[in-house]
């Protein structure tokens, strides 16, 4: 069985200034599955129990007030296929399909990623916030690590921007490194980001910038980041590191 994408659109009337025309958006939108296009055809007229043109001519345009287009669905159309599958608000949770949206005139937003205008507008809020917070230093740094799945070797970097505009940088400004050349010769689908700590500095910590390289250090050490993954340097000895840390009343 094959599956077929309809839309019916509706006639807008003509007017003085202007001709008859099909109205956009369509009435209505949906898919059906069927072994043919004329089989297609038919489930949508059942369905809404009347038969609708699928050609019409200007000059005939009077005469008929719905045109229904059909057209068979393969499996590069991901667009369309994904107005039919459940998506998780990325903000609350709630599962929805676009094709409702896009389907009910009103309609708060036809986003792909949020429900509904208020989860919308609450994560670019976030967004703004989280920025303003990165450049006033606020946000709290983080270790992350870069996984190829295929063959699980890793990256690991800190940073104290957020996350995922370092993410974004790695793959949109490389360098020569070993890890920017295997990111850029295989598919971005082979890779996975992950934060592996949130930086919470020790009490009495005398320099942050030192204390998150040597948080960076034992995972790069724990995880051979080095040895079997994508750094190029190994970390200094975390001891000597430490030592950098202390309070000066404590330094032997």
């Known amino acids: 069985m094959a599956k077929f994408y309809y839309q019916i659109k509706g006639r807008q009337p003509a007017s003085p200034n202007r001709e008859a025309e099909w109205a956009w958006p369509p009435v209505f939108s949906g898919m059906v599955e069927a072994e043919t296009r004329k089989e297609a055809k038919g489930q949508v007229e059942e369905l809404y129990d009347r038969q609708f043109p699928m050609r019409v001519l200007r000059s005939d345009m009077t005469e008929h007030a719905y045109l229904l287009h059909i057209q068979e669905l393969r499996e590069h159309d991901t667009y369309l296929l994904r107005r039919f ?27 792909h990623d949020y429900c509904t205008d208020a989860c919308l507008k609450t994560a670019r809020f976030r967004d703004v916030q989280e920025f303003r917070l990165a450049n006033e230093g606020k946000l709290p740094a983080v270790i992350y690590q870069v996984r190829q799945k295929s063959t699980g ?9 957020p996350f995922t505009l370092r993410w974004w940088q790695h793959l949109t400004n490389p360098t020569g490194c070993k890890f920017h050349s295997a990111l850029g010769s295989t598919d971005i689908t082979d890779w996975d980001f992950s934060v592996l700590e949130v930086i919470t500095y020790p009490e009495g910590c005398s320099s942050r910038a030192a204390y998150i390289t040597q948080r960076e250090s034992h995972w790069i050490e724990a995880l051979s980041a080095v040895d079997a993954g994508f750094n190029t340097v190994r970390p ?13 009343a404590e330094r032997a």
């Not at 200094?236 to 000066?248: F, K, S, T, Y």
């Open 85 to 111: 599958e459940d998506t998780a608000c990325k903000e609350c949770g709630t599962v929805f399909k676009l094709i409702d949206k896009y389907n009910d005139p009103n309609t708060e937003t036809t986003s």
């Open 153 to 161: 070797k890793v990256y690991i970097g800190q940073t104290t921007q």
């Open 236 to 248: 200094a000895g975390i001891a000597d590191q430490a030592q950098v840390l202390l309070p000066l």
